[in-house]
């Protein structure tokens, strides 16, 4: 898919990025942010070669 530049999926209940995402060859800008359940990350991402800004910003919560 070459036209989608922009993903957004922060804040989202997301644990892990098919491997699929490598399809997204036009990619430009991944947001991640506050994933909180986000475990695991695709080994493919370094096919995206378009992406220019990746945002995964944690919020740490700890709790007593």
């Known amino acids: 898919m070459e036209r989608l530049s922009f993903l957004n999926l922060g804040k989202t209940a997301l644990k892990e990025l098919p491997s699929s995402i490598d399809n997204l060859i036009g990619l430009r800008d991944l ?6 359940n986000l475990v695991c990350l695709p080994h493919c991402l370094y096919k995206l070669k378009s992406l220019r800004c990746f945002d995964l910003e944690v919020l ?3 709790k007593t």
Request: charged share 20%; proline share 0%; hydrophobic share 45%.
């Open 60 to 62: 740490l919560v700890f």
């Open 31 to 36: 947001r991640l942010n506050n994933c909180e």
